[in-house]
């Protein structure tokens, strides 16, 4: 059976009385496996995976290809994130002292279901979980070191955070991604604006690498991505998913200041403004 058909069913996961328990939403509760209810707004969650990878595309959407005027992509690239940088819904994403350019990249978390490898498109679907909305959080601060791999950029803890939980039934191809920071709109796009469809990234990705149960495709984000400040609540919106929710804290710098540091180029300005940077040149 496919990812896509319904009935649609959501399947959250929880810490709850020191034990990680999967739970089903119903109405303002949550439903534990053993009958017993609470209160959804009392839960701490956790990741709805638990990946031996995550990986992402670079750049994905039409929209984001136009801001940043690239010609036309005739082929996908992609980086990882450490399985460290895997966070839930309402974790803190924590931007340390020293940096200013912490950006949200809303976009949907493809978690696998099954062993996956030599899959053809047509047989992506069979093979997924289901879907989360996800947050490829991203301290451009980084962006003048790492060759591109985004490794600090992208890799720190927590930046990673999918859920509330992760669901199958839906035909993600018809969703629409919003991103709101502050309850303000500030990302929105249409799947079908997708250079690369999900199901052409999985079947290029699993050509050479098997993915397994519970790893993790950051499927890429529309315009717009912007820093966020200290205080800030970012949430991500999926049709049919739901609304992933978190909000920005400080944490002291590193103690030890070896290796590259944080910087204020023009190419980091370039990514982690977009089109604004190119406003602000003027």
């Known amino acids: 059976m496919s990812v896509l058909d319904g009935p649609r069913t959501e399947w959250r996961r929880i810490l709850h009385e020191g034990q990680p328990k999967w739970v089903k939403p119903d109405g303002d509760g949550l439903l534990l496996g053993d009958g017993r209810a609470i209160h959804e707004a009392e839960a701490t969650y956790l990741p709805p995976c638990e990946p031996s990878k995550i990986l992402c595309i670079h750049l994905n959407y039409e929209s984001r290809r136009a801001e940043f005027r690239v010609p036309h ?35 949907v978390a493809v978690i696998i279901g099954k062993p996956m490898r030599n899959v053809g498109r047509a047989e992506v679907w069979q093979y997924i979980a289901g879907f989360a909305p996800g947050n490829d959080v991203g301290s451009q601060d980084f962006r003048d070191t790492d060759a591109g791999s985004m490794l600090r950029v992208k890799g720190m803890d927590g930046f990673c955070p999918i859920g509330p939980g992760i669901v199958s039934g839906v035909d993600i191809r018809q969703a629409t991604l919003r991103t709101y920071l502050n309850d303000a709109v500030v990302q929105e796009g249409s799947l079908s604006e997708m250079i690369f469809p999900i199901d052409y990234i999985l079947a290029d990705l699993c050509r050479y690498i098997t993915l397994l149960p519970g790893d993790v495709i950051m499927s890429g984000t529309p315009r717009n991505s912007r820093p966020m400040n200290v205080g800030d609540l970012v949430e991500v919106e999926v049709t049919g998913l739901g609304r992933l929710s978190n909000r920005v804290v400080e944490a002291p710098a590193p103690t030890y200041q070896v290796g590259h540091q944080p910087t204020d180029t023009d190419a980091v300005r370039r990514v982690a403004l977009g089109s604004d940077w190119r406003k602000e040149k003027r």
Request: proline content about 9%.
């Open 73 to 107: 992509i005739e082929t996908p690239t992609y980086f990882q994130k450490p399985t460290t940088a895997l966070n839930s819904h309402r974790g803190s994403l924590v931007r340390p002292q020293g940096t200013q350019y912490l950006n949200y990249e809303g976009e």
